[in-house]
């Protein structure tokens, strides 16, 4: 039978070895992840985010990159010069990807008054009625796009807001509903569907200041995936309809919920077409609007933020003067806005 005094040298090099084996096994999942931002990098290098997994890490990177300013500290401390060099590839890709958009931001000089856009998924009847009439006429929006509009909201809009904004294009229906209202006149409206026949676009002609422009509000569906039962291939061809409706070389706004991030390639073939990322232009910071609250009951208020699906695009006809994202409402998403003014 081994003594008191046995014993506790044996629990101490069990304790030991232990710790041992856990930071050794630490140590490597650092490594292992090294390696993956690493290959995720390379094969989006060399063939987009063609894969699924590919298109997911780009979904959440600015996630995914961040553990790495932690292991970097470590690393360094460690003197681990491998895990240095992987960890640093991380860092700098953050800081690459997304430092330019904390520097601070100016208006252009002598530019014109503006007028300010705002879209906005409402997320159907998840913010009531009277609530939504009440957004909409404090917003100070000159234009407003909206997304999944239910049949209540549409009635009510059009019950209280139509002094306010005497261009109303209303689609009730939920999820696949649909608005636009202007301060301005607008004619040749138009609610039609691409591919994926699942959510309607909404296209009108708006006369601001004098001149004319094209808006549409888009509502593509999300990566396949994430709460989506399209695959790739359905959103990739949603994607090329909805291009070969922009209209870049005419006064143009493309504004709207597009389930996808600014890591995307579907981001990279609209910003190919010439239109301009109002928020990426004129905002500050990561501007994320999804989840901004409850969704379907599951995700709670306190839930951060993680990722920026809602976008306001325009042509060179236009110049960005201001971008944000609006207040927590009961909806899953933020409104964001966007004050534009004519370029000259």
């Not at 609610?191 to 001149?211: C, E, H, K, N, V």
């Not at 959103?235 to 870049?248: F, G, H, P, T, V």
Request: aromatic fraction near 14%; charged fraction near 15%; hydrophobic fraction near 45%.
């Amino acid at each position: 039978m081994s003594s008191p005094n046995q014993t506790a040298p044996q629990d101490a090099n069990l304790l030991r070895r232990i710790s041992e084996k856990a930071s050794s096994f630490f140590l490597a999942a650092i490594d292992v992840y090294g390696v993956f931002v690493l290959a995720y990098f390379l094969i989006r290098l060399l063939n987009g985010s063609k894969f699924l997994f590919v298109a997911l890490c780009s979904h959440f990177l600015h996630i995914l990159l961040l553990p790495a300013f932690l292991f970097l500290t470590l690393a360094l401390y460690l003197r681990r010069w491998h895990s240095i060099t992987l960890m640093s590839i991380a860092v700098f890709s953050f800081a690459w990807i997304y430092g330019p958009r904390f520097l601070p931001r100016s208006a252009p000089d002598n530019a014109a008054p503006g007028f300010t856009v705002m879209t906005f998924n409402i997320e159907f009847l998840n913010v009531s009625p009277d609530e939504l009439v009440y957004l909409l006429t404090h917003s100070d929006a000159d234009i407003i796009a909206l997304q999944e509009l239910a049949d209540e909201q549409a009635v009510a809009i059009a019950k209280d807001l139509s002094s306010l904004y005497p261009c109303q294009i209303l689609q009730g229906g939920g999820i696949p509903g649909v608005g636009l209202l202007s301060k301005y006149p607008c004619r040749d409206a138009e609610i039609f569907y691409l591919y994926s026949m699942d959510l309607p676009y909404l296209q009108a002609t708006l006369t601001a200041d004098g001149r004319e422009l094209t808006l549409l509000n888009a509502h593509p569906p999300p990566l396949a995936g994430i709460i989506s039962y399209r695959s790739n291939s359905d959103i990739a061809e949603e994607y090329k309809r909805l291009l070969d409706r922009i209209q870049s070389d005419n006064p143009f706004l493309l504004v709207g919920d597009f389930n996808t991030t600014d890591q995307s390639d579907n981001y990279a073939l609209i910003h190919a077409t010439g239109l301009s990322d109002a928020y990426r232009q004129a905002g500050w910071g990561l501007g994320l609007t999804w989840p901004a609250g409850r969704y379907g009951n599951a995700i709670p208020a306190w839930f951060p933020k993680t990722n920026r699906l809602d976008y306001i695009w325009y042509s060179d006809d236009f110049i960005a003067l201001d971008a944000w994202t609006g207040e927590r409402t009961n909806s899953d998403h933020l409104p964001v806005f966007a004050e534009l003014s004519w370029n000259k």
